[in-house]
């Protein structure tokens, strides 16, 4: 079910004053309303969730929420949580989370995600699939008829060890769709970039789209040297959406 709320009518809409960090600001406070004191949230990672994190602390500053336990899904939410003064803990002491919020990279028709171009997938994942609620912020450009439609990476989590063999075999396991299976690098000599937990990243790019989805997800995770992957399927119960024509809420 969707539900549509406009941003101010008083704005011509032809008008282009929002810009796309906009619409992830109003996707993100549209989502910080479902928080209550004493809540466990799960912090996600990226620029939209970023605003999700501000806007909790803004609240518990005010006095507005109390009693809040943040649970962050990478070290880089944990430091600017940690910086604005939210309380934070860690799965092995909440192993159940109330709500988590957090970006995503692609969204399709049923609330299937990609996660995990900023680098966090794995915790990600940890934390997002022990939450009672899991609310997906974005703006309208996320939106994808199918994942991998976006033609963007599919981010998959391998271990250093041999990557370039696992690499391999992820691009062989999708060769119906011409896929395409790159490490990711950082800096000008292409040194891999490293996750939060010591891993590697190798990003996997669809020319067709994949098929059923559980089967592929099965598929990559029997891969020895897979850590995990960033299709986060039937997990988000709520999608904010902000984009030109306001802010829409799809509910699984
Ligand atoms: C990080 C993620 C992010 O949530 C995703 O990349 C969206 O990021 P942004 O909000 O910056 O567009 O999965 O691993």
């Not at 990672?45 to 005010?62: F, M, N, P, W, Y």
């Not at 028709?109 to 912020?137: D, Q, T």
């Not at 396991?173 to 790159?182: G, H, Q, R, Y």
């Amino acid at each position: 079910m969707a539900a549509a709320l406009l941003l101010p009518s008083s704005v011509p809409l032809s008008q282009p004053i929002f810009s796309q960090d906009d619409y992830k600001k109003a996707a993100a406070y549209k989502a910080v309303e479902f928080v209550q004191s004493g809540m466990v949230l799960g912090l996600g990672t990226g620029s939209t969730a970023k605003h999700a994190v501000d806007r909790i602390a803004e609240l518990l500053r005010q006095g507005t929420l109390k009693d809040i336990v943040g649970i962050p899904t990478s070290k880089k939410t944990y430091d600017q949580a940690f910086s604005l003064g939210i309380p934070l803990s860690d799965l092995d002491s909440h192993p159940v989370i109330d709500l988590a919020i957090d970006g995503a990279d692609e969204v399709d028709p049923h609330l299937n995600l990609v996660k995990g171009r900023g680098g966090s997938l794995l915790r990600e994942k940890m934390v997002e699939c022990v939450c009672k609620k899991f609310i997906v912020i974005v703006d309208e450009s996320k939106l994808v008829e199918y994942i991998g439609g976006s033609g963007l990476a599919m981010p998959v989590e391998v271990v250093p060890y041999c990557w370039k063999f696992t690499a391999v075999r992820l691009q062989n396991l999708f060769e119906d769709t011409d896929c395409v299976a790159k490490l990711r690098a950082v800096g000008d000599d292409g040194e891999p970039y490293v996750t939060d937990n010591g891993n590697y990243i190798v990003d996997l790019y669809f020319k067709k789209a994949i098929g059923d989805l559980k089967v592929a997800s099965d598929r990559i995770l029997r891969l020895a040297g897979v850590v995990e992957h960033g299709m986060f399927l039937d997990m988000a119960t709520t999608v904010i959406v902000a984009g030109e024509l306001g802010i829409t809420i799809k509910n699984k």
